[in-house]
């Protein structure tokens, strides 16, 4: 049965990062992490990493804003009662850092505002000495 997948991207802030978990017998591997979006309705969104795409991980830590490259999965199962039981999982596979990503806050709104030039009126004569 072949799968669907939804490949997107999602940007925020790291919220939380947990540890590595692994289950059962033959070792898998999965560790989640909290995004919460930067929009005027905040999204806490927990995404998962399984297997070797845990170690992406190793580098970034809460408070980092940073771009993921997410699938959306989505999967049936029919529970012993005989009950179809539906999962979802977001899924991420990459992630890369947000370099230019300045947090904003009144306090530092006016700081980073672009510095106010006068204006020269190309008719006057140039005075300055250089």
Excluded at 36 to 62: G, H
Excluded at 66 to 82: A, C, D, S
Excluded at 108 to 114: G, L, M
């Amino acid at each position: 049965m072949k799968q669907n997948i939804f490949k997107m991207e999602v940007t925020g802030k790291i919220k939380h990062l947990y540890d590595t978990q692994t289950y059962g017998a033959n070792g898998f591997k999965k560790r989640e992490l909290v995004l919460e979006t930067v929009e005027q309705y905040p999204q806490f969104l927990k995404i998962e990493f399984v297997q070797e795409k845990c170690d992406v991980l190793n580098s970034y830590q809460v408070g980092q804003e940073v771009k993921i490259g997410i699938n959306l999965k989505g999967r049936e199962w029919i529970n012993p009662e005989n009950q179809t039981v539906y999962f979802n999982s977001i899924q991420g596979w990459r992630v890369d850092p947000l370099q230019n990503a300045v947090a904003t806050t009144p306090e530092t709104a006016n700081a980073q505002a672009p510095a106010q030039t006068a204006s020269v009126n190309d008719s006057e004569p140039d005075d300055l000495p250089f």
